[in-house]
């Protein structure tokens, strides 16, 4: 029972601070009735300036600093690069409201999520309830990474992605879930060029011709949502723009495949080479997946089972049933698939510095089939960031000139 917050009144609070409410108070807010709210009033609005200054201070945290001074690499004189990206300095790490809902690991000195490594093994069918929170944490996490693809041009750094993605977040009582796992210091990873996964976000001004993948994971309510996509920066080259089309078909045409049944280690040999005649999607000029990251089950717990290789003749264990919910998540590289990773201890690069792109949504089995959780809306951005669009001017330019 919820007891009325009135001063020296011992009744059950049935009916909420309206103000609280979109301030996000929960503490302190609720009362028996109007006569009694109204006659606390000026000791309860006491919460909402104080809630006010929380949010303002938390905010001039998250944005402190001068963005020029990210404008400088770091010096790793031991460590040789595969490409030409390098690290930059990044911003302080950004701070999370005390009212949203955090994971486990947000405040573990280690960043280490004890839920996950209780739980990661065990693969297991989400109830209707589970499904419902699972949808809507989906929803959140789309509307995020839209919102982080709609400033992707020339001259953006990825730690201004990162601050988009942060305040989105947090706009939507949502948990950035990356955020201090095992450590990690931003809000979403930022990818670029030949970095295969795991970047972060810094002081690194976006060049026309980059691709750059934005990951987003968010956490509501208890539950995960987890997907990317690869965007093009300005005009890129056509092995690149032909790179990010083939890896967004190897994710369509794996997802196409999924329902109860399928094993999840069929899915590999679907990526890596499709059963349809003279076609090689994953392999076709000379293009490789990669080996050393795969999607994953993905719940109340950030990671567990599945595991889901995306390369062929992988020994991944289990077989799809509905209420189960993963990602499938495909990174494929202009030229070999093995990687390297930076002395950050997160940034995986491919080793022969060629660009790698990737795609991810989260799934779920129904009773006949697969429902994509974290499917584009007619709300997404569209433009000269996505490839679609891209492809689209190129083919009515073919035709024109025909």
Aim: net charge neutral; glycine share 6%.
């Amino acid at each position: 029972m919820r007891q009325c917050c009135g001063e020296g009144c011992n009744n059950e609070g049935t009916m909420r601070c309206p103000t609280c409410i979109k301030l996000n108070i929960h503490d302190g807010s609720f009362f028996c009735n109007q006569t009694c709210f109204k006659s606390n009033w000026a000791k309860h609005k006491v919460l909402h300036k104080q809630a006010k200054e929380d949010a303002a201070k938390i905010k001039e945290q998250n944005n402190k600093g001068d963005p020029k001074s990210l404008n400088h690499q770091l010096d790793w004189p031991m460590y040789r690069f595969s490409g030409k990206l390098r690290p930059y300095a990044q911003s302080p790490k950004r701070l999370v409201p005390k009212h949203i809902q955090r994971p486990d690991y947000a405040d573990h000195p280690e960043g280490f999520p004890a839920s996950e490594a209780a739980g990661k093994s065990r693969l297991r069918c989400l109830s209707k309830d589970e499904i419902e929170k699972m949808r809507y944490v989906c929803k959140l996490g789309r509307e995020v990474l839209d919102a982080c693809g709609a400033i992707i041009c020339p001259g953006v750094t990825t730690d201004e992605i990162d601050r988009v993605c942060h305040e989105a977040s947090i706009e939507r009582d949502c948990y950035p879930s990356p955020l201090n796992y095992f450590k990690f210091p931003k809000s979403c990873c930022t990818s670029v060029n030949e970095v295969i996964c795991h970047g972060i976000p810094d002081g690194y001004v976006l060049q026309d011709g980059d691709i750059v993948n934005v990951d987003i994971s968010v956490y509501h309510k208890g539950y995960h949502a987890d997907l990317n996509e690869t965007f093009l920066v300005g005009k890129v080259d056509d092995a690149s723009l032909q790179l990010v089309k083939t890896t967004y078909e190897c994710l369509d045409l794996a997802i196409k495949a999924c329902k109860p049944g399928l094993r999840y280690r069929d899915l590999g040999n679907i990526i890596s080479k499709v059963q349809f005649p003279v076609v090689d999607y994953a392999h076709k000029n000379g293009l490789s997946v990669v080996r050393t990251y795969c999607g994953h089950g993905i719940n109340d717990l950030f990671h567990c089972a599945p595991n889901v290789p995306h390369y062929s003749k992988n020994k991944a264990i289990g077989v799809m049933k509905p209420g189960h919910t993963f990602t499938i998540e495909p990174m494929i590289n202009q030229g070999t698939w093995q990687d390297q990773t930076w002395l950050d201890d997160w940034t995986s690069t491919t080793t022969d510095g060629k660009r790698s792109a990737q795609f991810e949504h989260t799934l779920l089995i129904t009773e006949t089939g697969v429902e994509v959780l974290t499917a584009r809306t007619k709300n997404s951005p569209v433009g000269s960031m996505w490839f679609q669009t891209v492809l689209a001017e190129c083919e009515a330019k073919k035709k024109e000139n025909a």
